[in-house]
């Protein structure tokens, strides 16, 4: 016996490799079940943390965007020095 449930249809923006990446992994009839059963999972999970574990991991991801950052910031400093010798003001 099948167990039908009301749904809703919603849209959604997502970068265009990461949706490429989708059409290719997940047939067309299997996606929306597919993005369901993987959001189910993640927000039961958020549901399951606590405020100090949720602050942590927020924390946790502030810190490691400030390395990229940082990283970035350092890779572009020689890019911009040879720039403005090229163009300068």
Same mark, same amino acid.
């Given at each position: /016996?099948?167990?039908y /449930?009301q749904?809703t &249809?919603?849209?959604?923006?997502?970068?265009?490799?990461?949706a490429?990446d989708? &059409?290719r992994?997940i047939p $067309? &009839?299997k &996606?929306s079940?597919?993005?369901?059963?993987?959001?189910k999972e993640k927000?039961?999970?958020r549901k399951? /943390?606590?405020k100090?574990?949720w602050?942590? $991991?927020?924390? $946790?991801n502030?810190?490691?965007d400030?390395?990229?950052a940082?990283?970035?910031?350092?890779d572009f400093?020689? $890019?911009?020095a040879?720039?403005?010798?090229k163009?300068p003001?």
């Amino acid at each position: /016996m099948s167990v039908y /449930m009301q749904t809703t &249809r919603i849209n959604i923006t997502l970068p265009n490799d990461f949706a490429k990446d989708l &059409r290719r992994t997940i047939p $067309a &009839r299997k &996606r929306s079940k597919f993005i369901y059963e993987t959001l189910k999972e993640k927000l039961n999970k958020r549901k399951k /943390m606590t405020k100090k574990e949720w602050i942590k $991991a927020l924390k $946790a991801n502030y810190e490691y965007d400030k390395k990229i950052a940082a990283k970035i910031e350092e890779d572009f400093k020689y $890019a911009d020095a040879e720039i403005l010798e090229k163009f300068p003001y």
